[in-house]
């Protein structure tokens, strides 16, 4: 098999695909455009948008040639999602969301050497297009029964699927036919949740060209209990800074399980194999070093924010638990801290018992009173003395941040208002 193939199934990043060893043969006879397509449905890509993101950066790194998609078109539509019809945002904000989400895909490859990416948005052949061109040209080549058994449509049939969103699968197969017409694309990646409309479109050119293209797709990643992997607590893991901060993004990588942390390593790291087996190794001989996790963290937020923002993080994440100075942290890092580690504002004349329960440190003021008794309680990573001490300005990090600790493990943090 192409070794590239073959490295890809290794880090399980083929779910599905056309026949492999004609794809394999077609990437071994030079460099192949591809591409790989993002629906602004909203503001920012996510983790999951990451997988197609990285495996267009490999596919690239191989000598390969990316076409990078913004569905401006698509977007207005939305796939069928199974738990009913979609919102239709409208296209001033579709329009402004492919700006944005153009920029951040576009930081992950390159746009220069023989095999430099171009962005691509389908509104541009789509908008245009007249409704009967659309039926005679595209339609007719999809028999609504193979169109009827599509899983997510075959659910949705009881209760009820517009024909907007059941027709959406024909304008993801005619961005291929047009790109391919266009640029020569003969390949589309993909999450294993497009596969039906990947398949499509290899099947729109063959029946409308007579042409032979080649796809796949990656699996859906998961956590141990098979639940989609991504989502924490406060919702979506963000690759936009203001929606999901560089911290938060350490720390979501960084409490990775044990179980999963070396698969998620093989598709978000772009290490070795013998460097990921032997963190491997080390995640079964000592578990507790978490040296999978922190690589793994590292990695992503390198990826992601740069090695700056990766460094603040870790500062952060071992100040906050009084293994660095506090002091060294940025005004925009504790803020990130705040909204990940919980916390609350508190009042001007607060004294450091109201904001350890402000904090969620202790659960009430006997609580906070007990464990200042106890010497067990800590503002800015010093033991503190004195329960009716008030949270001057001079006290606090940047004028306003007390981060308030309770032994060594339970942190929070409040903000004077």
């Not at 746009?111 to 962005?119: L, Q, R, S, V």
């Not at 203001?242 to 998620?264: C, G, I």
């Amino acid at each position: 098999m192409n070794a590239l193939l073959d490295d890809l199934q290794w880090r399980g990043l083929i779910a599905h695909s056309t026949d492999l060893d004609a794809l394999g043969a077609h990437l071994d006879e030079g460099s192949v455009k591809f591409y790989v397509g993002f629906d602004p449905t909203a503001q920012s890509v996510h983790t999951g948008n990451l997988v197609q993101i990285l495996l267009a950066k490999r596919l690239q790194d191989a000598g390969h040639q990316p076409f990078l998609l913004v569905g401006g078109a698509t977007g207005l539509i939305g796939d069928p999602k199974e738990s009913g019809e979609r919102v239709m945002n409208s296209k001033e904000l579709v329009h402004e969301w492919v700006d944005k989400i153009r920029s951040q895909v576009s930081r992950f490859v390159s746009f220069e050497g023989d095999n430099a990416a171009t962005m691509v948005n389908n509104y541009d052949w789509t908008a245009e297009m007249s409704v009967l061109d659309f039926l005679r040209d595209v339609g007719k080549h999809f028999p609504v029964n193979r169109m009827l058994a599509r899983d997510v449509v075959a659910r949705r049939l009881e209760a009820g699927i517009s024909y907007t969103e059941f027709s959406y699968v024909l304008l993801q197969s005619m961005d291929y036919r047009e790109l391919n017409r266009r640029y020569g694309i003969t390949m589309q990646t993909g999450g294993s949740d497009q596969w039906g409309n990947i398949a499509a479109g290899v099947e729109l050119l063959r029946r409308s060209d007579q042409v032979r293209v080649h796809a796949m797709a990656t699996p859906l990643l998961t956590k141990a209990d098979g639940t989609k992997f991504g989502k924490t607590e406060a919702g979506t893991v963000w690759l936009d800074p203001s929606l999901t901060s560089p911290y938060a993004m350490y720390q979501f990588f960084l409490n990775a399980e044990d179980a999963k942390v070396v698969d998620y390593l093989k598709v978000f790291s772009f290490r070795s194999r013998e460097e990921i087996e032997a963190l491997e190794r080390a995640t079964l001989e000592a578990p507790f070093k978490r040296e999978a996790q922190r690589a793994l963290a590292d990695d992503v937020t390198d990826i992601v924010h740069g090695r700056a923002e990766r460094d603040a993080a870790v500062a952060a994440s071992g100040a906050i638990f009084g293994r660095g100075e506090l002091g060294e942290l940025s005004e925009a890092t504790l803020a990130s801290v705040l909204s990940e580690v919980g916390g609350s504002q508190v009042d001007s004349d607060a004294t450091v018992v109201d904001a350890l329960v402000a904090a969620g440190v202790v659960e009430s003021k006997g609580a906070a009173r007990r464990a200042i008794a106890e010497g067990g309680a800590y503002l800015n990573n010093e033991r503190i003395e004195d329960a009716d001490l008030v949270l001057a300005p001079e006290a606090l990090l940047h004028g306003r941040y007390a981060v308030l600790r309770r032994g060594r493990k339970t942190v929070g943090i409040a903000e004077r208002i």
